[in-house]
């Protein structure tokens, strides 16, 4: 189904201000200062312009659904939402969080709340940053299943993919109050070539950093080498804060004017005071020891719990990175290393 992209925007626009089923659109828009073309999501307003293809957002799907700082009891009412322009990357991270907040014998009232009550565009990346590895972690720059709706663009037109029911009755709406094309064979073709040459980029531009997918081995390297790595980390916690995948909580009870309130915030296994109990006992001390935690729970614990590896390469830590780390180099470094040992 062809859709012209500018219709496809107002169609989104009037539904935002309808407000009947969906009460708010969110979708990539860049930033305020000229000479930045990073792109963050916001609510979709009459001034702002989404910009759908691209690459990722400096801020992960993540802080939609699995908010900074949000109370978790009593829970607040979730909007339904549409969030569009959400990259192949996001959207496996989100399926690392279904696996962790939305399963049988524990449920996370409040991401499952957000998680059912937004529905999702993905849209295909025509461009890469200089971070992105998702092709290292068994991804690509486009969504294959997972999703709502799906957006190729074609010139001034989205190919437009329904994933799901709920997809599907969106596009009906879609159908109803614009004017829709069939796409031809020549044009999904097109998406092809066009999903064919950002993979190419992709691979060109993380040739340095070859993987084996022995990850286990990163657990067999010895404290020196996770030191030197870790040399310029200074604890920050941006990585784990800024990655789609990493969920690690503190529940506070606060008190309001007439109720007591449970508050959850991201917590940072980077940080001095993760898991201290009583006594100030932690069980990684060091510095070296909890950035060493970081990669094993990407590829160690979370592959041991969910059967996935823990990173979607979207290489946000990468350039949020206070020491200016490279998390593809450091998986490149001691994986070699290991492998070399063996
Ligand atoms: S990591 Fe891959 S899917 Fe994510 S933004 Fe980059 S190219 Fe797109
Ligand atoms: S570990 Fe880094 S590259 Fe991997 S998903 Fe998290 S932020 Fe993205
Ligand atoms: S962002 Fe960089 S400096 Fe900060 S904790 Fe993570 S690895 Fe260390």
Same mark, same amino acid.
């Given at each position: 189904?062809?859709? *012209? ?16 089923? %969906?009460? #708010? ?21 009459? &001034? ?11 801020? @992960? ?6 908010? @900074? ?81 799906? /957006? ?21 709406? =879609?159908? &109803? ?28 531009? *993380? ?10 081995? /990163?657990?067999? =390297? ?27 909580? =503190?529940? *506070? ?7 007591? %309130? ?56 990468? #350039? ?23």
């Amino acid at each position: 189904m062809l859709i *012209n992209i500018q219709d496809f925007i107002e169609f989104l626009r009037k539904t935002a201000q309808q407000g009947d089923q %969906i009460s #708010q659109v969110v979708v990539p828009v860049r930033s305020e200062y000229a000479d930045d073309t990073h792109t963050f999501f916001r609510p979709l307003t009459e &001034s702002n312009t989404p910009l759908f293809n691209s690459y990722r957002t400096v801020d @992960p799907a993540k802080f939609l659904l699995y908010l @900074p700082r949000e109370q978790v009891f009593p829970a607040e009412q979730t909007k339904n939402r549409i969030l569009a322009g959400v990259k192949a990357c996001d959207l496996k991270a989100l399926e690392l969080l279904d696996a962790a907040l939305l399963y049988d014998q524990f449920t996370d009232p409040a991401y499952k709340q957000w998680r059912d009550s937004t529905l999702i565009i993905t849209s295909d990346c025509d461009d890469i940053s200089s971070s992105c590895h998702c092709n290292l972690v068994n991804g690509q720059p486009f969504a294959e299943n997972g999703y709502d709706l799906n /957006l190729s663009q074609i010139k001034n037109d989205f190919l437009i993919t329904v994933g799901s029911d709920r997809g599907d009755k969106l596009l009906d709406r =879609i159908k &109803s109050e614009i004017k829709t094309r069939k796409a031809s064979e020549s044009q999904r073709m097109q998406v092809e070539k066009q999903r064919k040459r950002i993979i190419e980029r992709l691979t060109g531009q *993380n040739k340095p950093y070859s993987r084996s997918s022995h990850y286990e081995k /990163l657990r067999t =390297i010895d404290p020196a080498p996770w030191q030197d790595e870790s040399m310029t980390c200074i604890g920050c916690g941006a990585c784990t804060h800024i990655c789609p995948t990493c969920y690690c909580l =503190i529940l *506070n009870d606060e008190s309001k004017a007439d109720q007591f %309130i449970k508050q959850r915030s991201f917590d940072s296994c980077q940080y001095n005071g993760y898991a201290r109990v009583a006594g100030g006992a932690t069980p990684r001390p060091s510095m070296t020891e909890r950035f060493r935690n970081r990669y094993l729970c990407k590829f160690d614990y979370m592959v041991h719990n969910f059967e996935k590896i823990g990173c979607t390469g979207c290489g946000r830590c990468t #350039q949020a990175c206070a020491g200016e780390i490279d998390f593809r180099q450091v998986v490149h470094n001691l994986q070699n290393m290991a492998i070399a040992v063996q």
